[in-house]
């Protein structure tokens, strides 16, 4: 059964930067044509696509984040980061990590804030 577990800080610095990680169980990110997610949903929001990887390695991002966002993984732990730099108040939102057709993480709530 695939799980997506996320870790990182829930209270995050303005012009800090915030490191996620979602650790994969139960499937492989080099799996062929499994595509591997961030979005993240500001409260009282929509849900945003920030980037995402290919099972290639090839990594995606959204026009309005690229400048501040990095995608990576670590194959050897089954992992994929997201890095967000200078972080402000609006960045502000539960961060998900997902598998396009497949599951989701439970959400982390990161707040940029002094």
């Known amino acids: 059964q695939e799980q997506l577990q996320q870790s990182g800080p829930g209270l995050v610095k303005p012009s800090q930067t915030v490191s996620l990680t979602c650790t994969v169980s139960?499937?492989?990110?080099?799996?062929?044509?499994?595509?591997w997610n961030w979005i993240r949903q500001p409260p009282g929001k929509g849900l945003e696509w920030i980037g995402g990887?290919?099972?290639?390695?090839?990594?995606y991002y959204s026009a309005s984040l690229k400048s501040r966002t990095s995608i990576s993984w670590d194959t050897s732990k089954n992992q994929f980061t997201l890095q967000l730099s200078s972080v402000t108040p609006e960045d502000t939102a539960v961060y998900y990590c997902?598998?396009?057709?497949?599951?989701w993480g439970k959400g982390t709530l990161v707040t940029g804030s002094a």
């Open positions: 997902a598998r396009w057709s497949g599951s």
């Open positions: 139960g499937s492989s990110l080099t799996t062929t044509d499994y595509y």
């Open positions: 990887m290919s099972s290639s390695g090839t990594t």
